[in-house]
Protein backbone atom coordinates (compact mmCIF):
# COMPACT_ATOMS: atom_id res chain seq x y z
CA UNK A 1 0.00 0.00 0.00
CA UNK A 2 1.41 3.60 -0.92
CA UNK A 3 1.75 5.70 1.88
CA UNK A 4 0.58 9.09 2.24
CA UNK A 5 1.98 12.23 4.97
CA UNK A 6 -1.13 14.25 6.06
CA UNK A 7 1.10 17.17 7.35
CA UNK A 8 -2.34 18.79 8.77
CA UNK A 9 -5.32 17.78 11.03
CA UNK A 10 -7.70 17.90 8.63
CA UNK A 11 -11.89 16.66 8.12
CA UNK A 12 -11.86 13.45 9.59
CA UNK A 13 -13.87 12.09 7.10
CA UNK A 14 -11.30 13.34 4.76
CA UNK A 15 -9.25 10.87 6.49
CA UNK A 16 -11.21 8.09 6.26
CA UNK A 17 -11.42 8.88 2.42
CA UNK A 18 -7.33 8.75 1.97
CA UNK A 19 -7.40 5.47 4.40
CA UNK A 20 -9.29 3.30 1.65
CA UNK A 21 -6.48 3.72 -0.68
CA UNK A 22 -3.39 4.54 1.09
CA UNK A 23 -1.62 4.25 4.07
CA UNK A 24 -1.90 7.68 6.48
CA UNK A 25 0.64 9.33 8.26
CA UNK A 26 -1.35 11.65 9.95
CA UNK A 27 -0.06 15.13 12.17
CA UNK A 28 -2.88 15.97 14.13
CA UNK A 29 -0.91 18.39 17.03
CA UNK A 30 0.52 21.86 15.56
CA UNK A 31 2.16 22.56 12.33
CA UNK A 32 5.16 20.11 12.04
CA UNK A 33 8.58 22.10 12.48
CA UNK A 34 10.37 21.58 9.22
CA UNK A 35 12.84 19.36 9.88
CA UNK A 36 10.29 16.98 11.27
CA UNK A 37 7.94 17.51 8.36
CA UNK A 38 10.78 16.33 6.38
CA UNK A 39 11.30 13.48 8.56
CA UNK A 40 7.80 12.18 7.64
CA UNK A 41 7.94 12.95 4.36
CA UNK A 42 11.04 10.85 3.60
CA UNK A 43 9.51 7.85 3.46
CA UNK A 44 6.13 8.80 1.22
CA UNK A 45 4.74 8.23 -1.52
CA UNK A 46 2.35 11.12 -1.46
CA UNK A 47 1.46 14.37 1.17
CA UNK A 48 -1.53 16.09 1.84
CA UNK A 49 -0.35 19.69 3.15
CA UNK A 50 -1.52 23.21 3.71
CA UNK A 51 0.85 25.85 3.41
CA UNK A 52 3.53 23.63 4.44
CA UNK A 53 6.89 24.81 2.53
CA UNK A 54 8.40 22.13 0.17
CA UNK A 55 11.15 22.84 -1.73
CA UNK A 56 14.20 21.08 -3.34
CA UNK A 57 15.75 19.96 0.22
CA UNK A 58 12.29 17.99 1.31
CA UNK A 59 11.82 16.48 -2.14
CA UNK A 60 15.68 15.28 -2.00
CA UNK A 61 14.99 13.62 0.67
CA UNK A 62 12.04 11.77 0.05
CA UNK A 63 12.96 9.64 -2.87
CA UNK A 64 9.15 8.09 -3.40
CA UNK A 65 7.44 11.26 -3.88
CA UNK A 66 4.52 11.49 -6.60
CA UNK A 67 2.75 13.81 -5.54
CA UNK A 68 2.23 16.77 -2.62
CA UNK A 69 -1.42 17.99 -2.78
CA UNK A 70 -2.14 21.39 -1.27
CA UNK A 71 -5.32 22.49 0.45
CA UNK A 72 -5.41 25.51 -0.93
CA UNK A 73 -5.49 27.76 -4.14
CA UNK A 74 -2.67 29.33 -2.91
CA UNK A 75 1.13 27.06 -3.84
CA UNK A 76 3.60 29.83 -3.05
CA UNK A 77 4.72 27.00 -0.53
CA UNK A 78 5.64 24.95 -3.44
CA UNK A 79 9.08 25.25 -5.44
CA UNK A 80 7.86 24.37 -8.36
CA UNK A 81 11.61 23.95 -9.99
CA UNK A 82 12.48 21.29 -7.63
CA UNK A 83 9.03 19.71 -8.02
CA UNK A 84 9.68 19.37 -11.45
CA UNK A 85 13.31 18.46 -11.18
CA UNK A 86 12.12 15.45 -8.98
CA UNK A 87 9.56 14.90 -11.45
CA UNK A 88 7.25 15.33 -8.36
CA UNK A 89 3.32 16.52 -9.35
CA UNK A 90 1.90 19.71 -7.04
CA UNK A 91 -1.76 19.67 -7.13
CA UNK A 92 -3.61 23.22 -5.53
CA UNK A 93 -7.52 23.54 -4.95
CA UNK A 94 -8.67 26.15 -6.90
CA UNK A 95 -12.40 27.54 -8.00
CA UNK A 96 -14.01 26.23 -4.88
CA UNK A 97 -13.51 29.31 -2.64
CA UNK A 98 -14.04 31.32 -4.79
CA UNK A 99 -17.44 32.90 -3.66
CA UNK A 100 -16.36 32.65 -0.02
CA UNK A 101 -13.07 34.56 -0.44
CA UNK A 102 -14.78 37.13 -2.47
CA UNK A 103 -17.76 37.40 0.49
CA UNK A 104 -15.01 37.93 3.03
CA UNK A 105 -12.99 40.27 1.05
CA UNK A 106 -16.40 42.77 0.75
CA UNK A 107 -16.43 42.03 4.71
CA UNK A 108 -13.53 43.33 5.78
CA UNK A 109 -13.67 45.86 2.78
CA UNK A 110 -17.38 47.13 4.43
CA UNK A 111 -16.13 46.65 7.90
CA UNK A 112 -12.59 48.86 7.08
CA UNK A 113 -14.90 51.40 5.40
CA UNK A 114 -17.30 51.65 8.02
CA UNK A 115 -15.12 51.77 10.91
CA UNK A 116 -16.95 48.32 12.48
CA UNK A 117 -14.50 46.60 14.94
CA UNK A 118 -13.01 49.71 15.67
CA UNK A 119 -16.60 50.98 16.82
CA UNK A 120 -17.67 47.09 18.35
CA UNK A 121 -14.19 47.73 20.38
CA UNK A 122 -15.71 50.90 21.99
CA UNK A 123 -18.75 49.98 22.73
CA UNK A 124 -17.30 46.50 24.79
CA UNK A 125 -15.12 48.78 25.88
CA UNK A 126 -17.94 50.65 27.77
CA UNK A 127 -16.99 53.94 26.24
CA UNK A 128 -20.55 54.01 24.69
CA UNK A 129 -22.28 57.03 26.62
CA UNK A 130 -24.44 59.16 23.67
CA UNK A 131 -25.25 58.98 20.12
CA UNK A 132 -23.21 61.90 18.44
CA UNK A 133 -23.15 63.22 14.70
CA UNK A 134 -19.41 62.24 14.46
CA UNK A 135 -18.74 59.22 16.13
CA UNK A 136 -16.86 57.07 13.78
CA UNK A 137 -17.75 58.60 10.18
CA UNK A 138 -16.92 56.77 8.16
CA UNK A 139 -16.08 56.22 4.11
CA UNK A 140 -19.33 54.97 1.88
CA UNK A 141 -19.00 51.86 -0.28
CA UNK A 142 -22.14 52.29 -2.48
CA UNK A 143 -21.82 54.41 -5.59
CA UNK A 144 -17.95 54.09 -5.14
CA UNK A 145 -15.00 53.05 -7.17
CA UNK A 146 -13.37 49.65 -6.71
CA UNK A 147 -10.12 48.90 -7.97
CA UNK A 148 -9.42 45.38 -8.33
CA UNK A 149 -5.62 44.06 -8.53
CA UNK A 150 -5.74 40.91 -9.81
CA UNK A 151 -8.35 39.87 -12.21
CA UNK A 152 -8.53 36.04 -11.80
CA UNK A 153 -11.45 33.91 -10.61
CA UNK A 154 -11.51 35.68 -7.04
CA UNK A 155 -10.92 38.97 -8.14
CA UNK A 156 -14.28 38.93 -10.79
CA UNK A 157 -15.99 37.23 -7.92
CA UNK A 158 -15.03 40.13 -6.17
CA UNK A 159 -15.83 42.55 -8.69
CA UNK A 160 -19.28 41.26 -9.68
CA UNK A 161 -20.53 41.93 -6.35
CA UNK A 162 -19.92 45.53 -6.80
CA UNK A 163 -22.79 45.71 -9.47
CA UNK A 164 -25.49 45.59 -6.21
CA UNK A 165 -23.48 48.58 -4.58
CA UNK A 166 -23.61 50.71 -8.17
CA UNK A 167 -19.73 50.91 -8.06
CA UNK A 168 -17.66 51.48 -10.69
CA UNK A 169 -15.24 48.57 -11.23
CA UNK A 170 -11.11 49.54 -12.22
CA UNK A 171 -9.13 46.78 -12.19
CA UNK A 172 -5.16 45.95 -12.86
CA UNK A 173 -3.90 42.49 -14.48
CA UNK A 174 -0.70 40.96 -15.65
CA UNK A 175 -3.13 41.21 -19.11
CA UNK A 176 -6.49 42.15 -19.76
CA UNK A 177 -9.23 39.64 -19.17
CA UNK A 178 -11.47 38.45 -22.45
CA UNK A 179 -13.75 41.68 -23.29
CA UNK A 180 -16.88 40.01 -22.75
CA UNK A 181 -15.88 39.55 -19.02
CA UNK A 182 -14.76 42.90 -18.95
CA UNK A 183 -18.31 43.49 -20.39
CA UNK A 184 -20.02 41.23 -17.71
CA UNK A 185 -18.44 42.91 -14.60
CA UNK A 186 -18.51 46.01 -16.84
CA UNK A 187 -14.71 46.78 -15.35
CA UNK A 188 -11.89 49.10 -17.02
CA UNK A 189 -8.91 47.87 -17.27
CA UNK A 190 -6.02 50.45 -15.74
CA UNK A 191 -2.71 50.94 -15.38
CA UNK A 192 -1.78 50.01 -11.31
CA UNK A 193 -0.79 53.54 -10.95
CA UNK A 194 -3.96 54.89 -12.34
CA UNK A 195 -5.99 52.58 -10.52
CA UNK A 196 -4.23 53.31 -7.46
CA UNK A 197 -4.55 57.18 -7.54
CA UNK A 198 -8.70 56.78 -9.02
CA UNK A 199 -9.98 53.96 -6.47
CA UNK A 200 -11.98 54.63 -3.29
CA UNK A 201 -10.92 51.12 -2.61
CA UNK A 202 -8.67 48.84 -3.44
CA UNK A 203 -8.59 45.17 -3.11
CA UNK A 204 -5.94 42.79 -3.45
CA UNK A 205 -6.01 39.05 -5.10
CA UNK A 206 -3.11 38.45 -6.76
CA UNK A 207 -1.02 35.16 -6.59
CA UNK A 208 2.50 35.55 -4.35
CA UNK A 209 5.42 35.06 -6.64
CA UNK A 210 8.99 37.38 -6.54
CA UNK A 211 7.19 39.71 -9.14
CA UNK A 212 4.31 40.53 -7.09
CA UNK A 213 6.20 41.14 -3.51
CA UNK A 214 5.25 44.44 -2.22
CA UNK A 215 3.15 45.09 -4.89
CA UNK A 216 1.71 47.45 -2.74
CA UNK A 217 4.72 49.64 -0.72
CA UNK A 218 5.64 53.17 0.56
CA UNK A 219 5.41 54.45 -3.15
CA UNK A 220 2.13 53.05 -4.07
CA UNK A 221 0.04 53.97 -0.81
CA UNK A 222 1.18 57.68 -1.30
CA UNK A 223 -1.08 57.45 -4.64
CA UNK A 224 -4.39 56.23 -2.66
CA UNK A 225 -6.74 58.51 -2.11
CA UNK A 226 -6.69 59.66 1.64
CA UNK A 227 -10.50 58.36 1.62
CA UNK A 228 -9.39 55.02 -0.03
CA UNK A 229 -9.12 52.14 2.09
CA UNK A 230 -7.01 48.57 0.66
CA UNK A 231 -8.17 45.25 1.48
CA UNK A 232 -5.36 42.28 1.25
CA UNK A 233 -6.71 38.67 1.13
CA UNK A 234 -3.92 37.46 -1.34
CA UNK A 235 -0.87 36.49 0.06
CA UNK A 236 1.57 37.98 2.90
CA UNK A 237 4.28 39.90 0.98
CA UNK A 238 2.18 41.74 -1.23
CA UNK A 239 2.21 44.10 1.03
CA UNK A 240 5.01 45.64 2.59
CA UNK A 241 3.26 45.35 5.77
CA UNK A 242 5.84 48.32 7.63
CA UNK A 243 4.68 50.84 5.39
CA UNK A 244 1.09 50.22 5.46
CA UNK A 245 1.53 50.26 9.49
CA UNK A 246 3.57 53.81 8.71
CA UNK A 247 0.66 55.08 6.23
CA UNK A 248 -2.15 54.11 8.86
CA UNK A 249 -0.69 55.45 11.27
CA UNK A 250 -0.14 58.85 9.90
CA UNK A 251 -3.87 58.50 8.52
CA UNK A 252 -2.46 58.63 4.41
CA UNK A 253 -5.50 56.12 3.86
CA UNK A 254 -8.62 55.96 5.62
CA UNK A 255 -8.60 52.13 6.79
CA UNK A 256 -7.46 48.12 5.47
CA UNK A 257 -8.67 44.92 5.92
CA UNK A 258 -5.82 42.79 6.19
CA UNK A 259 -6.39 39.11 6.63
CA UNK A 260 -2.67 37.59 5.23
CA UNK A 261 0.96 38.91 6.57
CA UNK A 262 4.10 38.88 6.24
CA UNK A 263 5.69 35.82 7.77
CA UNK A 264 1.92 35.12 9.18
CA UNK A 265 1.22 33.49 11.65
CA UNK A 266 3.62 35.42 12.76
CA UNK A 267 2.59 39.97 11.80
CA UNK A 268 4.03 42.85 12.74
CA UNK A 269 2.59 43.93 16.27
CA UNK A 270 2.69 47.29 15.61
CA UNK A 271 -0.94 46.25 13.53
CA UNK A 272 -2.32 46.21 17.28
CA UNK A 273 -1.79 49.69 18.14
CA UNK A 274 -4.26 50.87 15.21
CA UNK A 275 -7.51 51.30 14.88
CA UNK A 276 -8.20 51.81 11.29
CA UNK A 277 -7.15 48.32 10.25
CA UNK A 278 -9.48 45.16 10.50
CA UNK A 279 -7.29 42.35 11.56
CA UNK A 280 -8.24 38.48 10.82
CA UNK A 281 -6.15 35.47 10.66
CA UNK A 282 -6.03 33.99 7.27
CA UNK A 283 -9.88 33.24 7.32
CA UNK A 284 -10.76 34.33 3.71
CA UNK A 285 -12.01 30.82 2.74
CA UNK A 286 -12.74 29.61 6.04
CA UNK A 287 -16.87 28.56 6.09
CA UNK A 288 -17.47 25.21 6.95
CA UNK A 289 -18.64 24.38 3.09
CA UNK A 290 -15.66 25.51 1.96
CA UNK A 291 -12.93 24.44 3.72
CA UNK A 292 -14.56 20.84 3.40
CA UNK A 293 -14.33 21.33 -0.63
CA UNK A 294 -11.43 22.24 -0.38
CA UNK A 295 -9.98 19.79 1.67
CA UNK A 296 -12.38 17.01 -0.49
CA UNK A 297 -10.86 18.61 -3.48
CA UNK A 298 -6.92 18.20 -2.33
CA UNK A 299 -7.78 14.33 -1.00
CA UNK A 300 -9.35 13.67 -4.72
CA UNK A 301 -6.02 15.42 -6.42
CA UNK A 302 -3.80 12.99 -3.97
CA UNK A 303 -5.86 9.94 -4.62
CA UNK A 304 -5.79 10.31 -8.67
CA UNK A 305 -2.81 11.36 -8.74
CA UNK A 306 -1.14 8.31 -7.00
CA UNK A 307 -3.01 6.69 -9.47
CA UNK A 308 -6.41 5.16 -7.64
CA UNK A 309 -9.82 5.74 -7.30
CA UNK A 310 -12.48 7.03 -10.10
CA UNK A 311 -10.04 9.76 -11.84
CA UNK A 312 -6.52 7.32 -11.45
CA UNK A 313 -3.87 8.91 -13.32
CA UNK A 314 -5.66 12.27 -13.90
CA UNK A 315 -5.34 14.43 -11.17
CA UNK A 316 -8.44 17.71 -11.25
CA UNK A 317 -5.68 20.23 -10.87
CA UNK A 318 -2.31 19.61 -11.40
CA UNK A 319 -0.55 22.34 -11.19
CA UNK A 320 2.76 20.81 -13.22
CA UNK A 321 1.07 18.35 -15.73
CA UNK A 322 4.48 17.78 -17.73
CA UNK A 323 4.95 15.57 -14.80
CA UNK A 324 1.81 13.42 -15.46
CA UNK A 325 3.40 12.94 -19.01
CA UNK A 326 6.95 11.20 -18.48
C1 LIG B 1 -5.71 29.64 -0.44
O1 LIG B 1 -6.48 28.78 -0.83
O2 LIG B 1 -4.68 29.95 -1.05
C2 LIG B 1 -6.06 30.31 0.83
O3 LIG B 1 -5.28 31.42 1.09
C3 LIG B 1 -5.99 29.33 1.96
O4 LIG B 1 -7.19 29.44 2.60
Same mark, same amino acid.
Given at each position: ????????????? #????????????????? #??? $??????? &?????????????????????? %???????????????????????????? !?? !???????? =???????????????? =????????????????????????????? &?? #???????? $?????? *???????????????????????????? *?????? &?????? /????????????? =???????????????? !????????????????? &?????? *?????? /????? %?????????????????????? !?? *? =?????????????????????????? %???????????
Amino acid at each position: MKKVLVARPTFPD #VIERLKQYFEVDVNEGE #VLP $QDEFARR &LADKDGAFTAGDVVGEKELAGA %PNLKVVANMAVGYNNFDMHAFDAHEVLG !TN !TPNVLNET =TADFGWALMMAAARRV =TESEHFLRAGKWNKWSFDSFLGVDVYGST &LG #VIGMGRIG $QALARR *ARGFDMRVIYHNRSRVAPEIEAELNAEY *ASKEDL &LKRADH /VALVVPYSKESHH =TIGAAEIALMKRTATL !TNIARGGIVDDAALIEA &LRDKRI *AAAGID /VFEGE %PNFNPDFLALENVVLTPHIASA !TE *A =TRRAMANLAADNLIAGLGEGPRAGNP %PNAINPGVLRK
